[in-house]
Nanobody, 121 residues
Framework: QVQLVESGGGLVQAGGSLRLSCAAS????????MGWYRQAPGKQRELVAR???????NYGDSVKGRFTISRDNAKNTVYLQMNGLKPEDTAVYYC???????????????WGKGTLVTVSS
């Protein structure tokens, strides 16, 4: 019914940049909050950044000033621009969205399958 597909991960050197994208598809009526989370090996999943339907944003403390989240509502897509990458940013990055679908006439919390970001020192 609803799918989130991430792209843009890869290998980058410390100090470099990457841009992640996540496109939502399916029977979508409205998308509320969208966001990015990450999970490093042996660690819990943590918030990277979120953006509301109105455009308000919040960031995890470790990425403030380096990462920027944005969304294109016409494309049902959320982006994460990552600058000044550090080895500790290495993780699988997951897209998350709260989506109201007319398939069920309910809001649900959806996750993508993740994209791996590796930052070498």
């Amino acid at each position: 019914q609803v799918q989130l597909v991430e792209s843009g991960g890869g290998l980058v050197q410390a100090g470099g940049s990457l841009r992640l994208s996540c496109a939502a598809s399916g029977i979508i009526f409205n998308i509320n909050d969208m966001g990015w989370y990450r999970q490093a090996p042996g660690k819990q999943r943590e918030l990277v950044a979120r953006v509301t339907g109105g455009g308000s944003t919040n960031y995890g403390d470790s990425v403030k000033g380096r990462f920027t989240i944005s969304r294109d509502n016409a494309k049902n897509t959320v982006y994460l621009q990552m600058n000044g990458l550090k080895p500790e940013d290495t993780a699988v990055y997951y897209c998350n969205a709260e989506i109201f679908t007319t398939a069920t006439f309910r809001s649900g919390n959806y996750w993508g399958k993740g994209t791996l970001v590796t930052v070498s020192s």
